[in-house]
């Protein structure tokens, strides 16, 4: 079509290599390693995300934000850097990182940014949910309100949060009898097995280290309007709507698997629209991608009927361990964070309570005593030795999100490939979002590195890039199938619930069959 003469030219940006479109964990994760690595760093990239993070430090001018006050494309525009963070307060948003993602963040200079908020941990514990005796299995409570109440309380019991003494949840806490399987699992030699941070933290680090290297990726404060491809000039066209001063001072930090790159701006200022073009363009905007919608690329998806609960808790003791529940309602995760540097204060774990939308909404609603009271009797019924005592709510409250999976079949096609949330979402059970998308970096950075070593086009087509599909569908599938296959077996009561102790029995007396697993939990 020809172009509308009626129409004024939008502006153009000068062409680049790579647009990374959403800027949170994982597009900034994908920005600091074509930076840091050599065979990458030569590349022209740009970032583009509406909600960057604000400047901890006085920017190189080169590595500083685009905005629509640029006078000219890719103007260098420093904000005002902003005075010496204090040490931020515990997140409710947590990150799981196996040891391969802590060894990328490694590479690229990033976790000595994280300091001692990165906790390590060197030993996870798993146990089954507590089975009723016989007589009580046919009236055990499976959850909700109702069961809440003729359990003996809980927070909708009565309608004022008290919990009985018996109650709780999951009911009848004094019945279950002491029967429950046990997976105590350490990494050998002692390695850690992981470590948890806070998103915020994570993405603090992630950009201060990406602004440490001077022009290294230019970053705008934008949302993507379209997307073309390929276009006449044969690159992929982005438009977009460049922020405003207003709104890049009303903004946050972008999400767990990409932010709102692709939603709409958030200030009154009329937003000026631009164009770039870009060799290939990476989605890594998110579970509800712009990027994919824009191209059309398929996107299979569903919806659990479960909510995470996340909370900050105090403990009585700090062990160091990373604990998972098995739930009738569904995985009970305890992950212990790092102090935050200010005065003295007790332990502090964050909490991943999966629930139905109901029981999250109550837990949320509920008094602090009241949470604090269900979720003792979640952890320590019928568990192992050594489950610290929860004691009390700290910082940040509480929040729910909702739970669903999703998948790109065809993760990449002409000048255009999808990582993270935006290729693939998964249930929160075994922390592996981020780790997902760390491992699409890896893999994605390790392709375009080769081509770039032999003068090739970075954009999407030749088999490395058949190849680079089929690998990361076959890897995110795997994972994904594992978590599905682990969610719903300790979903199983009855013979199946047996049968499944019988296993994780089995598991327990099997060094080889432990260090396996162990070492897939690590991402090695």
Sequence with gaps: MPPNPALPALRRLPPVDVAIVGGGLVGAALATA??????????????????LPPVSAPPPPAAAAVTADAARPHASVPPAAAPAHPPPPHGLRTATLTAASVALLDAAAVTPRLGHRLRPFHRMVVWDRPLPPPELAASFPVG?????????????????????????????????????????????????????????????????????????????????????????????????????????????????GGSGGGGGGGSDMAAEEVVVGAKLVVGADGARSAVRSLTGMEWISGRYPAAAVVANVTTATDTGVAYQRFLPSGPLAMLPLAPTGAAAQPPVSNIIWSVSPIEAAALVAAPPAAFVRELHTALSTASPQGVPVVTGIAGAGRASFPLGWGLAPSPAGPRVALIGDAAHAVHPLAG????????????????????????GDVGVSGREWEDWTAGRLAANGRMMGAIEAVRRGFGVGGVGG?????GMAAFGQSGRLRDAVVRYAMGL
């Design 432 to 455: 592996q979002g981020v780790n997902l998308g760390v491992a699409d970096v890896k893999s994605l950075v390790g392709l375009l590195g080769r081509i770039a070593a032999v003068g």
């Design 144 to 256: 909700g309100p109702a069961a809440w109440e003729t359990a003996g309380g809980g927070v909708g019991g009565g309608g004022k949060g008290d919990v009985g003494d018996g109650g709780g949840i999951f009911g009848l806490a004094g019945a279950l009898g002491p029967s429950f399987g046990v997976m105590d699992l350490t990494a050998p030699g002692g390695a850690p097995m992981g470590g948890v941070v806070e998103n915020e933290v994570l993405l603090r680090a992630l950009y201060d280290t990406l602004r440490s290297s001077p022009g290294a990726v230019t970053e705008v404060r934008a949302s993507l309007r379209a997307l073309d491809r390929p276009s006449v000039t044969g690159l992929a066209e982005l438009t977009l709507a460049l922020e405003g001063t207003a709104a890049a001072a009303g903004g946050g930090g972008g999400g767990s």
């Design 498 to 502: 047996v049968a499944r102790r019988v």
């Design 34 to 51: 074509l930076a840091a690595n050599p065979s990458t760093a030569h590349l022209s990239t740009l970032l583009i995300e509406r909600a």
